[in-house]
């Protein structure tokens, strides 16, 4: 799962980028994703948004046992 999970984030990868931003992979366990948000997304008062209604929804799109999607520093 943690590969399928690091392919869907490739996807998206690019449109936090264009923002200054990115994402890293730290672990997936029991169908929770824990990701590091960098960047400028770090640091963005946004930033819960775009994790639940961006990387969150995404990543529960198209892997459907992805249960939940938390930031971890």
């Not at 799962?1 to 200054?20: C, F, N, Y």
């Not at 960047?39 to 990387?55: E, H, R, V, Y």
């Not at 969150?56 to 938390?70: A, C, F, G, H, N």
């Amino acid at each position: 799962m943690k590969e399928k999970v690091t392919e869907a984030l490739d996807k998206i990868r690019p449109s936090l980028q264009a923002d200054g931003g990115d994402v890293e992979l730290v672990d997936v366990v029991n169908g929770v994703v824990k990701v590091r948000l960098q960047g400028a997304c770090a640091g963005c008062p946004m930033s819960q948004m775009t994790l639940k209604n961006g990387i969150e929804r995404y990543l529960k799109q198209e892997i459907p046992e992805v249960k939940s999607v938390e930031n971890v520093n």
